[in-house]
């Protein structure tokens, strides 16, 4: 495909993701949208409501387009805009850190082209389950077309004894690949032991500090950097924040807080300027404290629930596949509800 024809087809394709979440939404399929709408209500507040759903369109609209940038990056590799010379990159291992912002997954790329030939990439059990063999096929097909050498291994970090498989790797001369926003750690994501609160946008979430204390055992630098794509999407990005050294100074503990609430702050900023790019609205939830989603003194009796509850944004419907569901949008509890009750609440 020319570059012509990839700029075209690039530009496509919020049109044609827009016709299918219509769709959707007409049958009720919405349940993504009103847990991303409950997240960006939670942690942006000042995001006016009547907005979400172009917000929502927008990341889905990102989220498909990495998979297309995936597959022709060659015809625009040259054209990504990254702040190279303050970047850290080198061939000696580091642990490269980022969220699932922009074309994230596209951005391993960026490592690649620029020397790095080990890299282990680093992801929960469903990722691994479900893509790490296309994700491997996708990487040997990008090495092939610009003739390097990458040598990817896909870790699953909910596995027991990861942390020392991956000091091993390190010790072979991997860097790590990871995403902190996603990073679920061993036992799952709703396991809050070894976490610590950080304070994020307008609330507080609970983050595993895996991957700085792995940082200070085998003395591996940090390297922060965030993608994004220009408000036309037509242009990626990819910004390297200032490499975190290591510190031996400070106990281990100590570095690891300071060292992931300074990357999350890092984070926020770009966060803040492109909500509409951000996958984990759709999950963040999760990263809430357990009193948040554990409560068991929060359940509501759902007969009482009026259409006016709906319209105030307390609560939402949906439908996943046949069956019907209400959400309770600040405490993200799910109760079904029959289909005489969906007709009735639903406003959309």
Partial sequence: M????????????????????????????????????????RFMPEIPIEDHWDIYLDIITTMRLREFDLTEIQQFSNKIGMNFNDSGISPEPKIYITCHLGFCKAAMSVLILNGISKIALIVDENTYNKQAKSILEINDH???????????????VEKANTVIEISQLIKQGYSLYAFLDGNSGYKGVYNKEKTIEVKFLSDTIHSRTGLAKIAYFTKTPIVPFITYYSEDKLHPHVHFFEEIKIDHKVDINDFAD????????????FIRKYPNQWEAWFYLHKYLSNEVLLSKDKTIDILKIEKKDIVDNKFAVFKIDENSYMLDRLNYIVYPIDDQQFTLLKTE
């Fill in 2 to 41: 020319n570059s012509n024809k990839v700029y075209e087809a690039r530009k496509s394709i919020k049109d044609i993701i827009a016709q299918k979440e219509i769709t959707k939404r007409k049958e009720g399929q919405t349940k993504d949208f009103h847990f991303m709408s409950a997240n960006l209500s």
């Fill in 142 to 156: 990008f090495c092939g077309m610009f003739q390097v050498t990458n040598y990817l291994k896909v870790i699953n």
């Fill in 258 to 269: 300071k060292a992931i609430r300074n990357i999350y702050s890092h984070f926020e900023i």
